[in-house]
């Protein structure tokens, strides 16, 4: 049984870190033998209740409920968008400094049309790596913090791509010349984006609450390779 960190609990709540390349559930899109949801259930020994979700690729904070009850007064805090959501993410060439991305996203798997879709972001560090790809003799890449005010569907991937500026290790929006520099040079195979953390207004106690996730060890050894890991190291709050 794969073994959760569990990041916080409380009698109503648990958030856990969920490993890059997890589903959180079984879908009609995906399946897959270990999942999120039951290793928990397992871990716990009791049933806990899905409030949103994480793509498959990427790592990070993840909360359930302890019962359907508060599964559901925590998911009416996230359709209001009062909980804020806080991702790091590693993306080709040198974004902007700061900016939102209000581009709306359809998703063809699922067959909903275009909804809106905002993304507040800024830029954090730089790094210019003397490694040719593509037809430039160096590789230039952005340590991005990200906010998404929405919650559609690839919604980070997609917006980055849309800049132009795509995540390493998106094998779905991103560049393949980009992500095999990646896998070359540093042994990097998946996607270099992590839910930071969240935070909300506990539903039962009025308190605020912040669950934080410090990146796991393969991505705190690459960010440290690439002079990053103390910009990091201390958790800021979204606008």
Same mark, same amino acid.
């Given at each position: 049984?794969?073994?959760?960190?569990?990041?916080?609990?409380?009698?109503?709540?648990?958030?856990?870190?969920?490993?890059?390349?997890?589903?959180?559930?079984?879908? =009609?899109? *995906?399946?897959?033998?270990?999942?999120?949801?039951?290793? $928990? /259930?397992?871990?716990?020994?009791?049933?806990?209740? @899905? %409030?949103?979700?994480?793509?498959?690729?990427?790592?990070?904070?993840?909360?359930?409920?302890?019962?359907?009850?508060?599964?559901?007064?925590?998911?009416?805090?996230?359709?209001?968008?009062?909980?804020?959501?806080?991702?790091?993410?590693?993306?080709?060439?040198?974004?902007?400094?700061?900016?939102?991305?209000?581009?709306?996203?359809?998703?063809?798997?699922?067959?909903?049309?275009?909804?809106?879709?905002?993304?507040?972001?800024?830029?954090?560090?730089?790094?210019?790596?003397?490694?040719?790809?593509?037809?430039?003799?160096?590789?230039?890449?952005?340590? =991005?913090? *990200?906010?998404?005010?929405?919650?559609?569907?690839?919604? $980070? /991937?997609?917006?980055?791509?849309?800049?132009?500026? @795509? %995540?390493?290790?998106?094998?779905?929006?991103?560049?393949?010349?980009?992500?095999?520099?990646?896998?070359?040079?540093?042994?990097?195979?998946?996607?270099?984006?992590?839910?930071?953390?969240?935070?909300?207004?506990?539903?039962?106690?009025?308190?605020?609450?912040?669950?934080?996730?410090?990146?796991?060890?393969?991505?705190?050894?690459?960010?440290?390779?690439?002079?990053?890991?103390?910009?990091?190291?201390?958790?800021?709050?979204?606008?």
């Amino acid at each position: 049984m794969v073994e959760l960190d569990i990041l916080y609990q409380d009698e109503h709540y648990v958030a856990v870190y969920k490993p890059a390349g997890m589903l959180v559930h079984r879908t =009609m899109l *995906a399946s897959a033998r270990i999942v999120v949801l039951q290793c $928990l /259930r397992d871990q716990l020994g009791r049933r806990v209740y @899905p %409030i949103h979700r994480l793509d498959r690729p990427t790592a990070g904070v993840l909360i359930f409920g302890l019962s359907s009850e508060a599964a559901r007064a925590l998911v009416g805090c996230f359709e209001a968008r009062t909980v804020r959501k806080e991702y790091l993410a590693v993306v080709r060439g040198y974004c902007e400094p700061e900016g939102r991305i209000d581009y709306a996203l359809s998703d063809p798997e699922t067959g909903k049309d275009s909804q809106p879709a905002i993304t507040d972001f800024k830029r954090l560090a730089t790094v210019e790596l003397p490694i040719p790809v593509a037809r430039y003799q160096t590789a230039r890449y952005s340590l =991005m913090q *990200a906010w998404p005010l929405t919650g559609r569907r690839h919604q $980070l /991937r997609k917006h980055f791509a849309h800049l132009r500026h @795509p %995540i390493i290790g998106d094998t779905t929006h991103g560049v393949g010349e980009q992500n095999r520099l990646f896998r070359d040079h540093f042994d990097w195979h998946r996607l270099l984006l992590l839910a930071r953390s969240l935070c909300f207004e506990h539903p039962y106690t009025g308190e605020s609450i912040r669950v934080f996730a410090e990146p796991d060890a393969e991505m705190a050894d690459l960010l440290a390779r690439l002079d990053w890991l103390e910009t990091v190291a201390e958790p800021s709050l979204s606008p």
